[in-house]
């Protein structure tokens, strides 16, 4: 959600967003697509992806969702901050809408802060 969000309201050509996890999921919960549909949020090739070294190296900052993950992989200097979201995975629309909503407004300081 959070890549999604992000790139679809970047302006910045030098900023993108990549969301990766420790545990991804094999496929997009159902659920978190119909909330980006709903927001005419095109995901296009986007999916699950698991952390490598590889993303790490090619990033300036890391944001954590919350979702109890480690960060013990993630170099001290490239650590933001903590979105403090709840994870989106076996959870109904409304918990999900809301999820987003709550994420939309965490990151929109972000997406000011690049596009200005």
């Given amino acids: 959600m959070a890549e999604a969000w992000f790139n679809a309201h970047n302006r910045n050509p030098a900023v993108r967003a990549v969301s990766a996890g420790t545990e991804p999921a094999t496929e997009i919960n159902p659920e978190v697509r119909r909330v980006?549909?709903?927001?005419?949020?095109?995901?296009?090739?986007?999916?699950?992806?698991?952390?490598?070294?590889?993303?790490?190296?090619?990033?300036?900052?890391?944001?954590?969702?919350?979702?109890?993950?480690?960060?013990?992989?993630?170099?001290?200097?490239?650590?933001?901050?903590?979105?403090?979201?709840?994870?989106?995975?076996?959870?109904?629309?409304?918990?999900?809408?809301?999820?987003?909503?709550t994420l939309k407004q965490r990151l929109e300081p972000l997406l000011e802060h690049f596009n200005s």
């Fill in 36 to 101: 980006l549909e709903e927001h005419h949020i095109a995901i296009g090739g986007l999916g699950p992806k698991m952390l490598t070294a590889e993303i790490l190296n090619g990033v300036s900052g890391v944001y954590t969702m919350g979702c109890n993950v480690s960060t013990d992989d993630v170099p001290p200097a490239k650590l933001r901050g903590d979105l403090g979201i709840d994870d989106p995975h076996r959870q109904d629309r409304a918990a999900v809408r809301h999820i987003f909503d």
